[in-house]
Nanobody, 124 residues
C-alpha cells in the first residue's frame, strides 16, 4: 500500500529553520517525483518544490527559491525539505505528494498519493 508520512513540523521563530521529512513506502517503481505543497488557512494551495527520485532534478517556486532546499535519500526512500529564513507567512500545513509520472508541475496537483501533512508555525 502506497503511503507517504511527513514529519519535522513545529513552532519556530521568524528567521529560524526546520527540516521536513517525507518517507515513501509501498511504491515499487524507482521513477517518480515528490513534491512539497502547503496549505494555509484562507489561502490557496501552493506547490513549493519538487524532486525527481531517479536523477535528483529539482524545481522550486519563486516564493521559496533561495530559502528552501529539497533533497532525497534514495536508500531510505526519504525526501527532505530544508527550510531556512522562515517567515510568518510560511505558516501552513505542509504536505508531500507523489507523482508516478515525475512531471514536477508545481501549479498542478495531480498526485497519486498525499501524506497526512505536518503543521509549520512561524511565530515569535
Amino acid at each position: 500500500q502506497l503511503q507517504l508520512v511527513e514529519s519535522g513540523g513545529g513552532l519556530v521563530q521568524p528567521g529560524g529553520s526546520l527540516r521536513l521529512s517525507c518517507v515513501v513506502s509501498g511504491f515499487t517503481r524507482d521513477y517518480y517525483s515528490i513534491a512539497w505543497v502547503r496549505q494555509a488557512p484562507g489561502k490557496v494551495r501552493e506547490g513549493l518544490s519538487c524532486i525527481v527520485r531517479s536523477d535528483g532534478t529539482t524545481y522550486y517556486a519563486e516564493s521559496v527559491k533561495g530559502r528552501f532546499t529539497i533533497s532525497r535519500d534514495n536508500t531510505n526512500n526519504t525526501v527532505y525539505l530544508q527550510m531556512n529564513s522562515l517567515k510568518p507567512e510560511d505558516t501552513a500545513v505542509y504536505y508531500c505528494a507523489l507523482d508516478p509520472w515525475a512531471r514536477c508541475e508545481l501549479t498542478k496537483y495531480e498526485y497519486a498519493q498525499w501524506g497526512q501533512g505536518t503543521q509549520v508555525t512561524v511565530s515569535s
